[in-house]
């Protein structure tokens, strides 16, 4: 089992930018083994949405449409560590941010919740308007 810790949350008018981490930690031999760690989001009343993951040990990411271009995923692989770069922000980009481990099976897993055993307990952002 891999142990996910996640920081940086906080609050953030329109436009501004905020960087999340997540460090993983225990459960593996070596970090780049684990095999994609991806950062979803739930906001209150919505369901849990995927909206970056990254190959561990590797520059393979994916992104969702609502993200891509505004949201860069990162890693720093001898820090056991995940970034999420967030510029742009939106009023509908506040949620509770979560980091997962998993390893998903084809493209169109790679964003889906059921693909991620291993979770953090999220970081909360709020972009004001």
């Known amino acids: 089992q891999v142990q996910l810790v996640e920081s940086g949350g906080g609050s953030v008018q329109a436009g501004g930018s905020l960087t999340l981490s997540c460090v993983a930690s225990g459960g593996f031999y070596t970090y780049n083994v684990i095999g994609y760690i991806a950062w979803f989001r739930q906001a209150p009343g919505k369901e849990r949405e995927g909206v970056a993951t990254?190959?561990?040990?590797?520059?393979?990411?994916y992104y969702a449409a609502s993200v891509k271009g505004r949201f860069t995923i990162s890693q720093d692989t001898g820090k056991g560590t995940v970034y999420l770069q967030m510029n742009s922000l939106k009023a509908e980009d506040t949620a509770m941010y979560y980091c997962?481990?998993?390893?998903?099976?084809?493209?169109?897993?790679?964003?889906?919740?059921?693909?991620?055993?291993?979770w953090g307990q999220g970081t909360q952002v709020t972009v004001s308007s």
């Open positions: 990254i190959r561990t040990g590797d520059v393979t990411t």
């Open positions: 997962a481990a998993g390893r998903p099976l084809g493209a169109s897993q790679m964003l889906r919740q059921e693909s991620y055993n291993d």
